[in-house]
């Protein structure tokens, strides 16, 4: 069963969001992982799964804080939360954590914007 459109393009915006523009996670500084740059196109392709993968690591180098690292596989795989997948679970935590509750509950962040087609699913106009 393929995963829905919106809940990529969501998945794609959170991980674009922490993965651009260098910020800080603990003493890790967050980065976007070499090759090209993440399109939120609701499609898991290779560059998604290559940026999944690079979060997974970057999440490896402050697990000693935060111990979720033991939480996420299959590597570079999404699986649902109704299935026991935790990965869209520590990508918003994290996004509250580095942007703060105001941008995060907007979903408001840097350098990326929420596709309508998933804003008008999450929030009511």
Not at 14 to 38: I, Q
Not at 45 to 67: C, F, I, N, P, R
Not at 95 to 107: P, Q, V
């Amino acid at each position: 069963m393929a995963n829905e459109r919106g809940d990529v393009m969501l998945i794609q915006f959170l991980l674009k969001a922490l993965l651009h523009g260098d910020k800080k996670l603990v003493d890790t500084v967050l980065t976007r992982p070499s090759g090209p740059a993440l399109i939120i196109t609701g499609v898991w392709d290779q560059v998604s799964k290559t940026y999944m993968e690079h979060w997974e690591q970057s999440l490896a180098a402050v697990d000693h804080v935060y111990g979720l690292r033991s939480d996420l596989s299959p590597p570079g795989i999404i699986v649902p939360y109704a299935k026991g997948g935790k990965k869209i679970i520590s990508l918003n935590v994290f996004c509250k954590h580095i942007f703060g509750t105001k941008a995060y509950s907007r979903l408001e962040l840097p350098n990326v914007f929420l596709p309508r087609e998933v804003s008008n699913d999450l929030f009511l106009y």
